[in-house]
């Protein structure tokens, strides 16, 4: 499967961007989809997963309560809403698919599939 992430940008502390990632190439429904970010220097570190319905999540408690995991099978895009943006969240975010079914995969290496990346950064 291919991926697309886009819609990063430059926002100032407190406000909202939403991340985009649209699939090709095989059936997006039978994965679960995730978000990681790298930014420099650092680590690539889990961000939020989705199940591949849709029906569970999970989110890294640096994000939790401010960032939105969804998905559209219907568009074959995955995304991921970010809202009270801090300069900490600065970073490349990734999206990653998972061909393991109903299953919420939180290790990066776990992940089958990767899409090119989108530069986030907030600025103070």
């Known amino acids: 499967v291919q991926l697309q992430a886009s819609g990063g940008g430059l926002v100032q502390a407190g406000g909202s961007l939403r991340l985009s990632c649209a699939a090709s190439?095989?059936?997006?429904?039978?994965?679960?989809m995730g978000w990681f970010r790298q930014a420099p220097a650092k680590e690539r570190e889990f961000v939020a997963a989705?199940?591949?319905?849709?029906?569970?999540?999970f989110y890294d408690d640096s994000v939790k309560g401010r960032f939105t995991i969804s998905r559209d099978n219907a568009k074959n895009t995955v995304y991921l809403q970010m809202n009270s943006l801090k300069p900490e969240d600065t970073a490349v975010y990734y999206c990653a698919a998972d061909s393991t079914p109903n299953y919420i995969q939180l290790l990066a290496h776990e992940y089958d599939y990767w899409g090119q990346g989108t530069q986030v950064t907030v600025s103070s």
């Open positions: 190439g095989r059936t997006f429904s039978m994965f679960g």
């Open positions: 989705i199940s591949s319905s849709g029906s569970y999540t």
